[in-house]
Nanobody, 122 residues
């Protein structure tokens, strides 16, 4: 299983970024895909998740109304559209996958992880 993130970068507060996670080696159509982030000195936290089969989505309260998770099943890719970015959103962002998650925003529910992409908001 391979998860490859892209789309990170540096942006000013109020700006937008779109992260992508390309998945291979798993049954993409029946998985839970999540986005997590970890800032220096802080624990990894769940940001958003989506069940690729039914399309159900989940968001952390801190990003509701600003971030949107979506998928392109034809490309086996999950996206995280991040709008109205704030300096507190600065972190390494990771894509993760599992078959089923009791709580889709909890990191230990996930079996597979990408290498991460850095997002810096100033």
């Amino acid at each position: 299983v391979q998860l490859v993130e892209s789309g990170g970068g540096s942006v000013q507060a109020g700006g937008s970024l779109r992260l992508s996670c390309a998945a291979s080696g798993l049954t993409y159509s029946s998985n839970c895909m999540g986005w997590f982030r970890q800032a220096p000195g802080k624990e990894r936290e769940g940001v958003a998740a989506i069940y690729t089969g039914g399309g159900s989505t989940y968001y952390a309260d801190s990003v509701k109304g600003r971030f949107t998770i979506s998928q392109d099943n034809a490309k086996n890719t999950v996206y995280l559209q991040m709008n109205s970015l704030k300096p507190v959103d600065t972190a390494m962002y990771y894509c993760a996958a599992t078959v089923v998650a009791g709580d889709p925003l909890v990191s230990y529910e996930y079996n597979y992880w990408g290498q991460g992409t850095q997002v810096t908001v100033s």
